[in-house]
């Protein structure tokens, strides 16, 4: 039991609120924002390069482990059917137009293929439809396993572009695995042949990527291909994919085992990523159609820290008072008016 001092916060709704995994989404969101400011300047640069796959195998498979363990209670209610439509599909929607709307100054014309998620847009669909599974992986006899299954042997197909659908096989089985951990194992990652030892292999998968990121193809850690589509024959893209399966276990398990457990000034951004992660998109496609980081001196190393420093301060910026106030309505849309208005549950006096 926590003690004093790292008891969860209640939140507005007076509901304590865990700080352990507020911690965790900040931090994420952050790593989501480098990474793809990383893909800008990591060029020729074998460490920038080997830091960018690093992340690449953890940062989403993590992400997705939390969404699925808040996803526990999820059985396909009206209400939660409705927060699901209004705080998923909407914004998926919403920002599938603006982002459609931006790639006339980025690419000279205006492009909208809502079965085609647009950069990071797949992530949006892939939540609504491992939601919309939730009740049934709780019916499943070794639902983990089920979901790894279907995970590494989606590697042998010719996934299909329509809706990403290759990440949401791939990345199914993070999902699942969060919905059936408890705050306990959490809690059990903290023991010290946890955290050291899986410091010490994450510092070895690090540099490993560093000296050999340019013979695997990017594919692979975007969860997105499978192996006929990376001209890798079946035995070998099985091989392959559970090689780099297991690395994301080690990844993931190291980063929860160091997230702090306990109330920090940045525990109170925790609800507020869906910000950063929406609209830093917009900001990122911006930059790189600017034609700034074409200037030699951004793709050396002095150029990756100064933009790992900007990518920290736009995801902050993005989640600050004045921005959620002006795009409230795109990232949390209200939708009352869409639904009818469901009978209250408490008992007349």
């Avoid at 194992?185 to 690090?206: A, D, E, N, S």
């Avoid at 795009?327 to 007349?348: C, G, N």
Wanted: proline share 7%.
């Amino acid at each position: 039991m926590p003690s004093a001092r790292h008891q969860p916060a209640p939140s507005a709704g007076g509901k304590p609120k865990d700080p352990y995994f507020s911690n965790a989404k900040f931090i994420l969101i952050v790593l989501v924002v480098c990474g793809h400011a990383w893909a800008l300047v990591m060029g020729d640069n074998d460490i920038v390069r080997g830091l960018y796959y690093t992340l690449y195998d953890f940062h989403m498979p993590a992400f997705i482990l939390i969404c699925g363990y808040f996803s526990k209670s999820f059985t396909a209610r009206p209400d939660q059917m409705q927060r699901l439509i209004a705080g998923v599909l909407a914004p998926y929607l919403i920002f599938s137009i603006l982002y459609g709307t931006q790639r006339i100054w980025t690419g000279g014309e205006f492009k909208l293929s809502l079965f085609h998620p647009y950069y990071l847009l797949w992530f949006l669909v892939a939540l609504f439809v491992w939601r919309l599974t939730a009740p049934l992986w709780r019916r499943i006899k070794y639902p983990v396993a089920v979901a790894t299954i279907i995970g590494v042997a989606a590697i042998v197909l010719n996934l299909p572009t329509e809706f990403d659908f290759g990440r949401i096989l791939q990345f199914l089985p993070f999902f699942v695995a969060g919905m059936f951990l408890t705050r306990e194992h959490f809690t059990m990652l903290k023991r010290p042949v946890f955290r050291y030892g899986g410091l010490v292999l994450t510092i070895g998968l690090t540099v490993a990527a560093i000296m050999f990121n340019r013979s695997l193809n990017r594919n692979w850690i975007y969860f997105n291909e499978g192996a006929p589509q990376m001209d890798v024959g079946i035995a070998m893209g099985l091989g392959l994919k559970l090689v780099l399966l297991a690395t994301s276990v080690i990844l993931v398990a190291t980063f929860f085992a160091w997230v702090p457990d306990r109330q920090l000034p940045i525990s109170r951004f925790g609800d507020l990523t869906m910000y950063t992660f929406l609209l830093h998109g917009l900001v990122i496609k911006g930059v790189e159609a600017s034609g700034l980081y074409d200037w030699p001196p951004t793709q050396t190393a002095l150029g990756a820290v100064a933009t790992t420093v900007g990518a920290i301060t736009v995801a902050l910026l993005l989640m600050s008072p004045p921005v959620r106030w002006v795009t409230r309505p795109l990232v949390e849309p209200r939708l009352d008016w869409m639904f009818t208005k469901q009978p209250s549950t408490t008992t007349a006096r």
